[in-house]
């Protein structure tokens, strides 16, 4: 087995045999000659000494940079990016390399620098949020926890910090499902929370992470909205119905007292009772319509054949008929009674239009991509404005309901799909397109 000589030592070697010839052919010419032992003695050390310094010289002229480098590349490692070469000729092969090393610190330096910045933000932010976030590593000890997470659990960090989940009773988050709301009391409060687990590495080592969002003041607010716009559609259709039969009672009771009385009272009371009978009427069914929309149950979901359906659904309309084109045939997973009502909301609505204008009404099928389109398309008008279609109690028919739309939108999304409503193209008229999964 050879002996590995260093690098250093190689080019030594390399530097005294490239000499040697040299320095033995000078030693044989000097022998050759006659010259006095004093002058041999002088010039053979000279020559001798001459070509062992240049070799030094040549292995520390090869190993001082790769030391230099060798210390900077160190510092680096020990996160040290101050320190740069100094560089007499950028344009040799070393004067290069000491450029590319300069580089890399100041890359490195830069690298660093917004990771420290990025660090502080996200500290700052963990600590300013309030939402509380937990960090557990594989054995499910607690790893991180931020100033919101101190106040659920109602202890500071250092008292936390590499307990385990149960103790804290966080470790049936760490399984099951990814994303969960629940009811409960912590130590920091009670209420309605939102879970939600992810995955991060640290190290090469998988943690889990989680993150708890009381969901208790949001709920309130939106309940708080919604019973405020409840509130105001409400009022709205009771001022509606009640300011003209309040009118209308007053000015009978005044018609009841005048004595005598004129010789058209009763014509005119009859007319008043009918007025007062019919907005008592228009308040009953509004009622009724947003007992419906309130009081929508979940879909039973069975196998549905389309064609059946939508040729059952365009048969129910008797004031026109409804050309049905029959497609392939084709069995969706849905609640037939709330598809049916669905339809028939639609349907309706493209008679409504198709009557303005004596046109006609379709209603048809079709495969797009994963989805099934169902569409009802009029000859009416078309759309001019569709910002409030899907707003309760919005209507721009004399005695409709507002509700229509709502619920078959409803009805869409609870079988995971959606409703628009489109000008058809080529026009005249508007395309109702109900989206549901093929």
């Known amino acids: 087995m050879g002996i590995r ?80 070469a100094r560089v007499e ?69 250092e008292r936390i910090l590499a307990r385990d989940a149960t103790s804290l009773g966080l470790a049936e988050y760490l399984v099951g499902e990814a994303e969960q709301t629940i009811q409960r009391t912590f130590p920091g409060g009670a209420g309605r929370w939102g879970i939600k687990r992810s995955g991060f590495r640290e190290g090469g080592v998988p943690h889990q992470l989680i993150v708890v969002t009381d969901l208790t003041r949001p709920l309130r607010e939106e309940e708080l909205q919604a019973w405020q716009r409840l509130v105001r559609v409400l009022g709205h259709e009771l001022n509606n119905s009640l300011t003209p039969i309040k009118s209308i009672a007053r ?48 879909p039973r979901f069975v196998p549905v054949e389309v064609n059946t359906l939508l040729r059952r659904v365009a048969g129910l309309e008797t004031r026109m008929p409804v050309f049905f084109e029959e497609t ?22 493209a008679v409504d239009a198709s009557l303005e204008t004596g046109g006609r009404a379709f209603v048809r099928a079709q495969r797009a991509g994963q989805s099934l389109e169902l569409i009802v398309r009029d000859e009416g008008h078309g759309l001019s404005n569709t910002a409030n279609l899907f707003v309760p109690f919005f209507t721009t028919k004399k005695g409709g309901s507002g509700i229509g739309l709502v619920l078959c939108r409803q009805i869409a999304e609870a079988h995971s799909g959606s409703v628009a409503l489109r000008n058809a193209v080529p026009g005249p008229g508007c395309e109702a397109v109900l989206t549901l999964p093929a």
């Open 328 to 349: 392939s045939p084709l069995t969706i997973t849905g609640d037939p009674d709330q598809l049916e009502q669905a339809l028939i909301n639609l349907i309706r609505n």
């Open 89 to 157: 000729d950028p344009a040799e092969p070393l004067g290069e390399a000491m450029v590319q090393v300069n580089a890399m610190a100041a890359t490195l330096r830069a690298q660093r620098l917004g990771a420290v910045e990025a660090t502080a933000l996200l500290r700052k932010v963990m600590e300013e949020i309030e939402v509380a976030v937990f960090a557990f590593d594989p054995r499910q000890a607690l790893r991180l926890v931020n100033k919101a997470g101190e106040r659920l659990l109602a202890q500071p960090a």
């Open 251 to 298: 000015s009978l009771e005044l018609l009841v007292k005048t004595d005598p009385r004129a010789e058209d009272w009763e014509e005119d009371m009859s007319k008043g009772l009918n007025v007062i009978a019919s907005r008592s009427e228009a308040l009953s069914r509004f009622m009724s319509s947003y007992a419906r929309l309130a009081k929508l149950p979940p």
């Open 5 to 84: 000589l260093s690098h250093d030592k190689r080019v030594l070697l390399t530097a005294l045999g490239s000499g040697l010839p040299a320095v033995a052919v000078c030693l044989f010419l000097l022998l050759r000659e006659r010259h006095s032992e004093q002058e041999l003695w002088t010039l053979i050390p000279l020559v001798t000494g001459s070509w062992l310094l240049l070799a030094f010289a040549v292995r520390e002229r090869v190993a001082g940079p790769l030391r230099t480098l060798a210390n900077l590349l160190e510092a680096m490692r020990e996160g040290d990016y101050s320190i740069r």
